[in-house]
């Protein structure tokens, strides 16, 4: 009697054999000569509190760049490469006085503009002095933050004002922060910037994440799956949401991704309605890392460190791994796509409409670079009135 053969089932679709992932290059990389790390360099970013420029020297890396941030005697804040023109000599260990920073190695004196004011171990303080210049960046201050523009000079368009941080109401004042409020995590989240600028055009993970996988973070109204439809912008990519909820009443939510990272994102406790109460700037520091400053009108001192998450009782850096495992927040979302997302593996569906419509307007901006434009946003007139977003939450009958 032959033996009955039994076929053996072949396994498919298997991890063997998976091709390489790789990104968008093009958008994710920041530094200086690459597509996005040249359009980043057309605006002006911040890199720290008003505060945090102060006589003691401050190291600061934004774009993938390290630089030393401080404030000479006369109350000018100054940006300027780490490294001395002389031998090379770190500025971080520098002295500040009253005309800029002295480097510690051989006590070269550096204004606010890298100008070589002194050379002490040089008949005559450095007879060649103005031959010398340490590289430096156009710093202002606004809205409580310290902005530096990194791009070519004759490019440098004006510091935007924003209306909804300019127009207070009554008994509001500006309050900033640094400590990635949005985030969902620390202050320095690892890894890739369009990872979260992405994420502020992706509404219906407020109903996953934050309503219900992790428990209600924000109120129970967020957990009610929206109609959303989104628009392109001049300057950004709207987000319109639409929720009916139990009470009869319509929950209209907008939100924003402006150009170049401005997150314009109302508050998702509700606790106010009407115009968006805050902005926030997602600024890269480099490939694998990025911080969010934010500036909001408030009522209250501290109002704005106290508008951050707690999973379970705690701020992020309270809970243990465990707790981070359990209460999943954006930054373990965004971080567990690796630090750069492997965006080849990606199956986008019709809820990641806003993320193509986002990406295309990133692409449009980097052809327009490539073909010698300005990129949109961007104003040289000092007069250009202050940017107005249509973000904010309204509740109707």
């Known amino acids: 009697m032959n033996a009955r053969v039994i076929p053996i089932e072949i396994d498919t679709g298997t991890a063997y054999g998976r091709p390489k ?7 994710a990389e920041v530094g200086a000569g690459t597509p996005m790390g ?14 945090d420029a102060c006589e003691t020297p401050r190291k600061i890396r934004v774009l993938g760049e390290d630089l030393i941030l401080f404030r000479d005697g006369q109350g000018r804040p100054g940006l300027l490469y780490p490294h001395c023109a002389h031998r090379g000599a770190s500025l971080y260990y520098g002295k500040v006085d009253e005309q800029g920073i002295r480097c510690c190695y051989h006590g070269w004196l550096f204004d606010v503009q890298g100008h070589c004011l002194e050379q002490p171990c040089e008949p005559e303080g450095g007879r060649a002095r103005d031959r010398r210049r340490q590289p430096w960046y156009p710093v202002q201050e606004q809205y409580g933050l310290v902005w530096a ?5 004759d490019k440098k368009p ?24 949005g985030g969902g995590g620390p202050q320095i989240i690892p890894c890739n910037w369009l990872q979260h600028y992405e994420n502020l055009v992706d509404p219906f993970h407020v109903v996953i994440l934050h309503s219900s996988f992790s428990g209600t973070q924000f109120v129970k109204e967020m957990a009610v799956m929206p109609e959303v439809h989104w628009e392109v912008q001049p300057l950004g990519v709207r987000t319109v949401s639409q929720r009916m909820l139990s009470d009869g009443r319509r929950l209209r939510r907008i939100s924003e991704a402006g150009l170049p990272t401005l997150r314009v994102i109302p508050s998702p406790r509700l606790g106010r309605f009407g115009r968006v109460e805050s902005l926030g700037w997602v600024v890269p520091i480099d490939d694998h890392h990025f911080r969010i400053y934010v500036v909001g009108r408030v009522s209250e001192e501290g109002e704005l460190r106290r508008m951050r998450t707690r999973m379970n009782g705690k701020l992020w850096e309270e809970m243990s791994e465990e707790e981070h495992r359990l209460y999943p927040n954006d930054v373990e979302a965004m971080v567990g796509q690796g630090v750069i997302a492997k965006h080849s593996e990606e199956h986008l569906v019709t809820s990641d409409k806003g993320i193509v419509m986002l990406r295309r307007l990133l692409q449009e901006q980097l052809q327009a670079l490539a073909e010698g434009r300005d990129p949109a946003g961007v104003s040289f007139d000092p007069d250009t009135a202050p940017v107005v977003f249509s973000a904010g939450n309204w509740l109707a009958e």
Do not use: N, Q
């Not at 523009?149 to 000079?153: E, I, L, V």
């Not at 909804?164 to 900033?176: I, Q, R, Y």
């Open 21 to 27: 992932p790789t990104h968008r290059s093009e958008l």
């Open 149 to 153: 523009y990194m791009g070519p000079p």
């Open 38 to 51: 040249e359009l980043m360099r057309r605006y002006w970013h911040p890199i720290g509190l008003v505060g």
């Open 158 to 181: 004006v510091l935007p004002r924003y209306e909804c941080l300019e127009v207070l109401d009554e008994g509001e004042f500006l309050e900033a922060d640094d400590s990635s409020i």
